[in-house]
């Protein structure tokens, strides 16, 4: 059965508990590390990793789990010696990389905007799609607190825009590429109705679009690759 789409209330949240979690990228490479340490890790072993204060390392490790994506134990590694204090050891739920946030999408609507847009000729429809995205992404910047008066960088701004797609289901990120920079989606929340109406892939375009002129100013997106189209990822390019 199809859910309801977020609320923007909602969205909002999901988009906050995401950047709050994974925003800052050393923290993005401890939730990695701690992937790879199924029987968990402390807080003195991510500081030793990463030269950090131990502070530090136990702030960014309560940041994971009070997002829901590490979990706190209290005990030793299999096979440490029996005597001492029992460490505080931080693990991932589960031993695949996700990102488990709340967030919905209706299909049924999904489908129907393929079928109307198959209507229409391939370049009108295009056109239509990509405006649509176009005014989501203005919506989706304003729910993530713009104001238009904080002036973010080009750089800064799209590396908000790969975490609020991602808070949205595409599994994104921003990097920097022959000179350029895109954004890289993974994952595409159309799943089936992009594959059988591909210009679809216009309202990621337009999303992009929408939320760059909200959280900088005017820029230009194309669409690079596909996964409608066979590729293995999604890609954007973007301009300022």
Known sequence: MAQPSLSPTEFAS?????????????RREIYLFVHEHPEGVTASEVAERFELHANVARHHLDKLTAGGHLEVTVGRPPGAPGAGRPS???KAHTAEVELDLPVRHDDVLI????RALALLPREQ????????????????????GSSGDVQRSFRTSLHAVADALSAHGFAAHAEAHDGGLRIISNHCPFGDAAVEHPVICAVD???????????????????ERSRAAGDPTCITSVGS
Do not use: H, Q
């Open 205 to 223: 375009r337009g999303m992009v679009r929408g939320m760059l002129e909200t959280l900088y100013g005017d820029t230009t997106t194309l669409t």
């Open 111 to 114: 489908t129907l905007l393929g």
């Open 125 to 144: 429809a295009e056109a239509m799609a990509e405006e649509v995205g176009v005014e989501y992404g203005r919506t989706m910047a304003r729910a993530m």
């Open 14 to 26: 999901a988009v906050t508990a995401i950047t709050s979690a994974f925003g800052d990228p050393t």
């Open 88 to 90: 505080k050891r931080y």
